[in-house]
């Protein structure tokens, strides 16, 4: 560890750490591990997802993984377009939890406040906040998972394919 101080300027620290990079055998099994083909093994069957989203850099990247996961996409800006949207039938509905109008859990409680009885809308929270607390706030306003910010391909296949798995029963 190292410290530099310049009085008027500041403080920097840094420090070096030492370890082993991976031999080119250990990242050809990882490699080979984690390959996949995306047209056997990434796309699912046909659905239908709505991705309540204010930010549109995020509407963009989360769509177009989708589309490669073989999804029709539906997009809502704030609470009062996907409450309204909420009434057409989706196979899962991915939720920020922070919109302009509403947070998600309390779009998703006025959802759930007039879902239809013969109906389950899987609703699962999109978020950078991945406090216990926040995943606890979401489950208890009636959303069915939680996703973190940055969302990665796989986990959000691993999501699609457990809740449209579920849903298909």
């Given at each position: 560890?190292?410290v530099k101080i310049e009085?008027?300027?500041?403080?920097?620290?840094?420090?070096?750490?030492?370890?082993a990079?991976?031999?080119?055998k250990?990242i050809?099994i990882i490699?080979?591990?984690?390959?996949?083909?995306l047209?056997e093994?990434l796309?699912?069957?046909?659905?239908?997802i709505?991705v309540v989203?204010?930010?549109e850099?995020?509407?963009?990247?989360?769509?177009?993984?989708?589309a490669?996961?073989n999804?029709?996409?539906?997009v809502?800006e704030n609470?009062?377009?996907?409450?309204?949207?909420?009434?057409?039938e989706?196979?899962?509905?991915?939720?920020?939890m922070?919109?302009?109008?509403?947070s998600?859990p309390?779009?998703?409680e006025?959802?759930?406040?007039?879902?239809p009885e013969?109906?389950?809308?899987?609703?699962?929270?999109v978020?950078?906040n991945v406090?216990?607390d926040d995943?606890?706030?979401?489950i208890?306003?009636?959303?069915?998972?939680?996703l973190?910010?940055p969302?990665?391909?796989d986990?959000?296949?691993k999501?699609l394919?457990?809740?449209?798995?579920?849903h298909a029963?």
């Amino acid at each position: 560890l190292q410290v530099k101080i310049e009085i008027g300027h500041g403080t920097a620290f840094s420090c070096t750490f030492d370890f082993a990079l991976p031999t080119a055998k250990e990242i050809a099994i990882i490699h080979d591990e984690t390959q996949y083909s995306l047209d056997e093994q990434l796309t699912l069957p046909a659905s239908r997802i709505l991705v309540v989203e204010d930010e549109e850099m995020n509407q963009q990247v989360i769509t177009h993984m989708l589309a490669r996961l073989n999804a029709t996409v539906g997009v809502a800006e704030n609470g009062k377009e996907a409450l309204e949207k909420l009434k057409n039938e989706y196979d899962l509905v991915l939720m920020d939890m922070s919109l302009p109008d509403f947070s998600g859990p309390e779009i998703v409680e006025r959802y759930r406040s007039a879902e239809p009885e013969d109906r389950h809308q899987h609703i699962v929270a999109v978020t950078a906040n991945v406090h216990a607390d926040d995943q606890k706030k979401c489950i208890d306003a009636g959303m069915d998972g939680f996703l973190t910010k940055p969302i990665m391909l796989d986990q959000l296949r691993k999501v699609l394919l457990d809740k449209l798995v579920f849903h298909a029963n």
